[in-house]
C-alpha cells in the first residue's frame, strides 16, 4: 500500500502543516540556518502529523490548533531523532546522512537542543496546561524508554513484556500524544479523545515492531543495516520469541553468545537465521495482527468516512511497508 492511499482525506491539511513546519525551521538570522535547512529537508513519510490530523478529523473539521499541535510535535520528535542517532552512532537514516554524519556529534546534540527549544516555546504558547503535561510526560517516556533499552541491552534481559514497555515508551508513546492532541484540537469529549489515544499507542507499537523486524532482512536503502539491533545488544521481539520457544540446546547456544556479547558477523547471522528457524519473524507479525484487530474495534464508534477508512489503511501501511 502507498503512503498516498492514507493521506488523500487530508492532503490540504498535510499541506499546510508542511509550510508551517519549514516556517518552524527557518531562522533566517541565525548562523546555524544551513543546518536547520538540512533538517527540514530530510522530510519523511511524515506519520506523526498524519495521526494527529486523521485523529482531529475523525472529531470534526481540522482547526489552526490542529496544525499547530501538529507542529510542535513533529518538532519534538525531530529532536529525538537527531539525539537518537548520537546515542546509536547511526550514520544513515532511512538511507540518507544523519545530522551526526553530516556535521558531528557536539553540533548534533546542539542542534537537537535547539529545535526542541522550538517546541517548548511553541508549547508555552498555546497557553495550555493539558498540551504542556502531554508533552511533558512524552518527554519523560522517551528518555525513559530510551534508558531502559540501553540498560537491557547490557544485562541480558529477554523477556516480552519488558519489550513491550520499551518500545511502549521509547515510540508508542509518541503516536498516543499525536491521537490524543488532534483529539484535543478540534474539542473532542473525554471518552473519543481517550480512544483515540489508545489508536495511536497501538500504532506505535505495530510501527516499532516493523521496524524491528527490518533488522532480520537485507533492506540496504532503508539506512539500517541487517543485524544492527543486534550487535547494539537489543533483543527484539523476534529473537525473545525464538529463545523463548526453541529447544533448550539451540536456545542455550544462542544464549551464550548475547551473554558474552560476541557478536561478530558470523554470529549475527546465526541469531538471525535462529530467529527465523524458529518462528519469531512469524510472531512479531501476529502480534502486528492482533494489534490491527484492536485498534480497528477501537475506531467502530467513529462513523464510517473517508478519514476514518484512512485511519485503518495508516495501520495496513505502517505494518505492509517495505522502509
Do not use: W
Amino acid at each position: 500500500m502507498e503512503i498516498q492511499t492514507v493521506t488523500q482525506p487530508v492532503q490540504k491539511e498535510l499541506e499546510a502543516f508542511n509550510e508551517l513546519y519549514m516556517k518552524a525551521l527557518n531562522r533566517s538570522v541565525n548562523h546555524f540556518q544551513f543546518m536547520l535547512d538540512f533538517v527540514s529537508e530530510k522530510k519523511g513519510k511524515r506519520i506523526r502529523p498524519l495521526v494527529l490530523i486523521l485523529s482531529a478529523k475523525l472529531c470534526g473539521g481540522i482547526t489552526q490548533k490542529t496544525l499547530d499541535y501538529a507542529v510542535i510535535l513533529e518538532l519534538l520528535h525531530t529532536a529525538t531523532l537527531i539525539h537518537d542517532d548520537v546515542v546509536d552512532n547511526t550514520p544513515e537514516r532511512r538511507g540518507q546522512p544523519s545530522v551526526m554524519a553530516k556535521y558531528d556529534n557536539r553540533t548534533a546534540v546542539l542542534l537537537g537542543d535547539y529545535i526542541l527549544s522550538q517546541a517548548i516555546v511553541r508549547g508555552v504558547d498555546t497557553e495550555n496546561q493539558t498540551i504542556l503535561r502531554i508533552m511533558a510526560n512524552l518527554a519523560q517516556n522517551l528518555a525513559e524508554g530510551e534508558l531502559t533499552q540501553l540498560i537491557s541491552s547490557s544485562e541480558l534481559i529477554v523477556d516480552e513484556e519488558c519489550y513491550f514497555e520499551i518500545i511502549r515508551k521509547k515510540t508508542a508513546v509518541l503516536l498516543s500524544s499525536c491521537s490524543e492532541m488532534g483529539a484535543l484540537s478540534v474539542g473532542a469529549d473525554a471518552e473519543r479523545t481517550e480512544t483515540l489515544r489508545s489508536v495511536g499507542t497501538n500504532l506505535g507499537l505495530c510501527f516499532q515492531i516493523k521496524d524491528d523486524v527490518f533488522d532480520y532482512f537485507e533492506q540496504g536503502d532503508i539506512g539500517k543495516p541487517t543485524g544492527n539491533d543486534i550487535r547494539e545488544g537489543k533483543i527484539t521481539l523476534p529473537l525473545i520469541y525464538a529463545l523463548k520457544n526453541a529447544p533448550d540446546e539451540p536456545s542455550g547456544r544462542m544464549t551464550e553468545i548475547l551473554r558474552n556479547r560476541d557478536f561478530s558477523q558470523e554470529n549475527v547471522k546465526r541469531l538471525i537465521d535462529f530467529a527465523k528457524e524458529y518462528k519469531g519473524i512469524e510472531y512479531a507479525r501476529l502480534k502486528m495482527q492482533e494489534i490491527k484487530e484492536k485498534t480497528i474495534g477501537l475506531l467502530r464508534c467513529f462513523p464510517d468516512t473517508p478519514t476514518k477508512t484512512a485511519m485503518i489503511n495508516l495501520i495496513d501501511y505502517i505494518i505492509e511497508r517495505e522502509k
